[in-house]
């Protein structure tokens, strides 16, 4: 078992915030198709863990971390992953894309704005 803060420190690139946890994760179960009952006894359990997301209602800026469960019957382990999801923009120049997320680029070369863009 390791601490938080071990974990962080441990990373080159660490994004945590104070929002990150307060929504449950996207749970992603893989290789649990098995018709044992031990492997749907697991996937019961983890699925149980965390509620079900309505994919129809669910606010995409809401879902902040990734849940990776990956089951390897050959050697009977579970593989852990969990991952830190963020949401950006697509299909835009530079400048527009730092403008939506709230960084501004900096003007003072710039006469107008429509330089910018």
């Known amino acids: 078992y390791s601490l938080i803060k071990d974990v ?8 945590m915030h104070e929002q990150q946890f307060t929504h449950h994760p996207l749970l992603v179960l893989s290789n649990f198709g098995l018709q044992q009952i031990q492997v749907k006894l ?28 990956s089951y390897d019957a050959e050697t009977q382990l579970l593989d852990f992953r969990h991952y830190s999801l963020k949401v950006v923009p697509v299909g835009m120049n530079k400048a527009v894309k730092k403008l939506l997320q709230e960084k501004f680029p900096n003007m003072s070369r710039l006469e107008d704005i429509s330089e910018l863009l």
């Open 8 to 15: 962080v420190s441990s990373l080159k690139r660490h994004r």
């Open 42 to 69: 697991m996937a019961s359990m983890f699925q149980n863990m965390f509620p079900s997301i309505n994919i129809h209602r669910v606010n995409l800026n809401n879902i902040k971390r990734c849940l990776l469960i």
